[in-house]
């Protein structure tokens, strides 16, 4: 039998299947998707099985034994490995990438160095050792491979006669493969079989032992196996009791793998399936009938903010979970707030498994082993549950389908959405892409459908439910405060707003977009502005600290007390951060309470859960802060949503700043209002006329996206086009733009060859085809730690230009990394997010 192995080196000749023999031991145990320690070179790595045969190329007599496998329970299906081959083509990533990707980063592999002899009789007629390089052999055959540290433990200062052996070739270093973490194991009581057998335990204790006694009683009314240290406080008493049970062999104490459950604490209230309404009803018998079928379907859910997108999801996974099948839900990071974790256990109890990025890596490999062992039939998790193990999908959903976070920003860079749609094909399940403002390559995708493009239908939902209106929005225009004489962040109607709401105890949320708005220190005598001297980009400002900070590169000085360029002492920061607007808040409502809600505040683990509960229970009147709070959350008493500045974003240099900007606007309005009491949106701007803005204060999402798609197609980007984004980097410029200019080259080359060999062929079948390349251009951050930037994007369009483009690059930055150069790095982005 032969294994084909990807295995875990991070380089390009080794981004390919590697062959191995499976010995005779291992055949029963060995599957695709098996996690498998090999010998490679003189090492020993981990990898993964992705095809067992009994042919192979390669000569027999020269093949390596698979060393030996790393779980019992392959962490991959054969579905997960096919998937990782077509990430790696889509991406043009290693397949070692796209796999270690779908594991929890507990499964990463972690190598240790250890030391062993180099054969069981080593030193025997090597009367040439010393006495203590004797004892160091003969100690290690004993005790087998163990880290240098320990050897030296156990004979200190003996670093010369270790190495003299290493040297010898007698002792030689091995790696060992380890997970990053063990399972929790407790020390676990197990009573007999039949536990009837303790009665007579019973009749042989002596009468004084009083405490051995209750153990027994009550093993034998709960013969259940429980950990050691539960017992002993059930019964209020002491381990030794059990032990000394254990000892005369009754009972048996062994150590039993538990799963850490980070929601073990929390009781989630059972709720029952809403009746829906009639709204709800039509979207939801399209979902169930498409579940039933068993057939792979697509759905756009389309529906305004508090619409009851939510109750359909719950109701759609019951259906699932009654056909036997999994579902997996995706929501952005950002909303895995307690509030949504409870919709879902309330529902599903502990079917559910949830993961997301504020849980332990330990705690994460127990949700993940959860879904893996079958346990669990649901996941709610952000992006990379889109990976969950389950064998039988009968549903996937994407709820905030726009969110960005679905795009993975380092390799592999995948979509969750491409990813969804992959798995739902093979596994004939049902999607559902939910939003209240769908992405336009989305939203594209189901109004004007390509030839070939597999199909997706919108659903509409356009009201709140209970006839709950949309909350007006009123934009306020902030250079009229300024011609007015208001210099302070808040307009006069904002202020005027949130103060009646305190009047009258109903909240505030407030939303400061930081992107874009950073603190930065500017001096106001001459215009220059502090920049960190590694990445080209605005030096933050961090008042407690009193330094100013790059967000880059981590680089930090302290604060400027003048102006290093013309010594003026009017340098000072500019710009507003949450900070700034909590004390201005405070200075305006004397005995406001603010809750601040930023990256600053919720880096504890658990405290994002603190502050979001502690205004459910209104024990404040505002909760400032900046996306977090724009995003799922659900409050009765708020009435009150205001905008410090909504055009920060609109500056940045990305062609969806429009689209973001609506995006966000609408979901921080959909949070007012939700309840009995009405709602009020105040946004201030200094683009009061501007299509995104117009739109979202109307609640306009086609309004929006026509006149977005329209700018768009005539200016030929997404959805009407594609992106690759190629970033190079290098410490020495002129050897980054040179190779900047190999890659561009070798695109146009190698595209013009194809179109030219199958240009007959090509133009029947549509002429409209094109692959352009811009650049090399520096990129947008010119340096990050010392390193240069520069970049190339493909835009291309049309079916033929669509099928090669990706393998078109893959083969340019080949050519460019033929030079051989080790300090060229080059990063491929398909369909890129971030431009900057
Ligand atoms: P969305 O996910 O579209 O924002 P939700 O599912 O969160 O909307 O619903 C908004 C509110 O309406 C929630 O408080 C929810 O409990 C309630 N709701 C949803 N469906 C119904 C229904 N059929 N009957 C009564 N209340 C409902
Ligand atoms: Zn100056
Ligand atoms: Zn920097």
Not at 224 to 236: D, G, H, K, Q, S
Not at 488 to 505: D, K, N, P, Q
Request: proline share 6%; net charge neutral; with cysteine.
């Amino acid at each position: 039998m032969i294994a084909s192995v990807i295995v875990d080196v991070a380089a390009k000749q080794t981004d390919r299947p590697f062959d191995y023999l499976v010995p005779e031991g291992m055949r029963e145990w060995i599957e695709v998707g098996s996690r498998v320690a090999v010998p490679f070179g003189s090492r020993l790595i981990q990898g993964f099985v992705v095809a067992l045969s009994d042919t192979t190329e390669m000569e027999r007599s020269r093949l390596r034994a698979v060393d030996h496998i790393l779980d019992i329970q392959p962490p991959l299906t054969e579905e997960l490995v096919r998937l990782g081959r077509w990430m790696s083509e889509r991406y043009l990533c290693r397949e070692i990438t796209a796999l270690t990707a779908m594991l929890p980063a507990a499964l990463k592999a972690k190598y240790d160095r250890v030391l062993a002899c180099a054969s069981a009789d080593v030193g025997k007629d090597r009367g040439d050792l010393s006495d203590r390089a004797q004892s160091i052999l003969a100690w290690l055959t004993e005790h087998g491979p163990v880290s240098r540290d320990r050897v030296l433990e156990q004979f200190p200062r003996s670093e010369s006669e270790l190495k003299h052996l290493v040297r010898e070739g007698l002792i030689v270093e091995q790696q060992l493969v380890k997970d990053r973490l063990q399972v929790k194991k407790v020390l676990t009581v197990y009573p007999p079989e039949p536990p009837e057998k303790l009665e007579e335990a019973l009749t042989q204790l002596s009468a004084r032992a009083v405490k051995q006694q209750e153990v027994l009683r009550y093993l034998l009314e709960h013969p259940e196996p429980i950990p050691m240290t539960e017992l002993a406080a059930v019964l209020n008493t002491t381990s030794s009791a059990i032990k000394a049970l254990a000892e005369k062999g009754w009972i048996a104490i062994r150590p039993a793998e538990v799963l850490r459950d980070p929601y073990k604490d929390r009781q989630f209230k059972r709720s029952k399936p809403l009746p829906l309404t009639e709204a709800q009803q039509q979207v939801f018998s399209r979902i169930r009938e498409a579940v039933e079928s068993g057939k792979r379907h697509a759905y756009l859910l389309h529906g305004v903010t508090g619409s009851g997108k939510t109750e359909i999801y719950l109701q759609a996974i019951a259906r699932c979970l009654e056909l036997g099948r999994e579902a997996i839900v995706l929501v952005p990071e950002i909303s895995l707030t307690p509030q949504m974790v409870e919709r879902f256990k309330g529902r599903f109890g502990d079917l559910v498994a949830v993961m997301h990025s504020r849980l332990s890596h330990g705690e994460r490999y127990d949700e993940w082993r959860k879904v893996q062992t079958a346990e669990a039939k649901v996941v709610v998790g952000a992006r990379s549950a889109v990976f969950a193990p389950f064998r039988n999908i009968g549903m996937i959903i994407i709820d905030e389908e726009h969110e960005t976070s679905y795009k993975q920003e380092e390799s592999p860079k995948y979509h969750a959405r491409d990813i969804a749609m992959w798995r739902v094909e093979q596994h004939g399940a049902t999607l559902i892409l939910g939003s209240a403002t769908p992405s336009l390559e989305t939203w594209r995708a189901a109004i004007e459908p390509l030839s070939g493009e597999p199909e997706l239908i919108r659903l509409a939902l356009t009201e709140r439910v209970a006839g709950r209106p949309l909350p007006p929005v009123t934009l306020v225009d902030m250079r009229e405060e300024l011609h007015s004489g208001n210099r302070s962040m808040f307009s006069r109607r904002l202020r005027e707003a949130i103060e009646e709401r305190v009047r009258c105890g109903e909240q505030t949320i407030l939303l400061l977009n930081r992107r874009g708005y950073s603190t930065f220190v500017m001096c106001r005598s001459c215009g220059h502005v502090c920049q960190c001297p590694h990445c080209d980009i605005s030096l933050t400002y961090h008042r407690y600290t009193r330094t100013m900070r790059c967000h880059y590169c981590g680089y930090g000085e302290r604060e400027a007390l003048q102006c290093p360029q013309c010594e003026s002492p009017h340098i000072r920061f500019f710009g507003t951060g949450t900070q700034r607007v909590e004390e201005e808040l405070v200075k305006l409502y004397p005995g406001i309470r603010v809750i601040r809600m930023d990256v600053d505040t919720t880096t504890e683990k658990g405290s994002h859960e603190k502050w979001l509960r502690m205004f459910r229970e209104r024990r404040a009147d505002v909760l400032l802060g900046t996306q977090m709070v724009a995003k799922g959350l659900d409050f009765p008493y708020v009435t009150l949503v205001g905008v410090i500045a909504a055009d920060s974003i609109l500056r940045l240099p990305d062609f969806r700043a429009a689209e973001r900007t609506f995006q966000l606007l609408t979901q921080v309005a959909g949070r007012a209002g939700r309840h009995d009491l009405p709602g009020e949106v105040i946004v201030q701007t200094y683009a009061p006329e501007h299509y995104s803005i117009v739109s979202a204060s109307r609640h306009d999402y086609e309004m929006f996206t026509q006149r977005e798609l329209m700018e768009r197609r005539a200016l030929g980007y997404p959805p009407y086009s594609r992106l690759i984004l190629i970033t190079l980097s290098h410490p020495d410029l002129t050897k980054v733009m040179k190779a900047g200019e190999t890659v561009a080259q070798a695109i146009k080359r190698i595209w013009k060859r194809q179109w030219d060999e199958q240009a007959v062929y090509r133009m029947q079948q549509t002429a409209d085809n094109e692959l352009t390349v811009l650049g090399p251009v520096t990129s947008p951050i010119p340096r990050i730690k010392d390193r240069y930037r520069f970049q190339c994007m493909v835009k291309y369009r049309g079916d033929a230009a669509s099928a090669s483009a990706p393998a078109i690059v893959k083969l340019a930055v080949e050519e460019a990394e033929r030079g051989g150069d080790p300090e060229l790095q080059l990063a491929v982005d398909v369909d890129p997010y971030m431009m900057m």
